[in-house]
C-alpha cells in the first residue's frame, strides 16, 4: 500500500502595512503582516496537521521576516 503525502509552509498575508525601509536590507520596500504555517497534507489536499511557524512583518525585497509574538502581532493586525 502506498500512501501519498505532501509537507512544508504556506504563508498567508493579513495585512499590508505600506512602505517603509527594512532594517535588514536597507531599502524603502513594502512591507507585509503575515503568518508562516507548517503542514502536513494527505494526498496532497486533505490536511491532517496543521502549525503557525512564524508571525512577522515580512520584506518584500529581502524576504526577511520580523518575528513577533502572537499579542504584538494581533494589535498590528487590528
Known amino acids: ?41 494527505f494526498f496532497y489536499i486533505l490536511p491532517l496537521y496543521s502549525k503557525v511557524k512564524n508571525r512577522g512583518v515580512f520584506c518584500t525585497h529581502c524576504g526577511n521576516i520580523e518575528n513577533l509574538s502572537k499579542k504584538e502581532y494581533d494589535n498590528m493586525k487590528k
Open 1 to 41: 500500500m502506498v500512501i501519498f503525502y505532501s509537507y512544508g509552509s504556506d504563508f498567508k498575508t493579513d495585512k499590508e502595512l505600506g512602505i517603509s525601509k527594512c532594517e535588514n536590507c536597507n531599502h524603502e520596500t513594502k512591507k507585509l503582516l503575515l503568518t508562516e504555517k507548517y503542514k502536513v497534507k
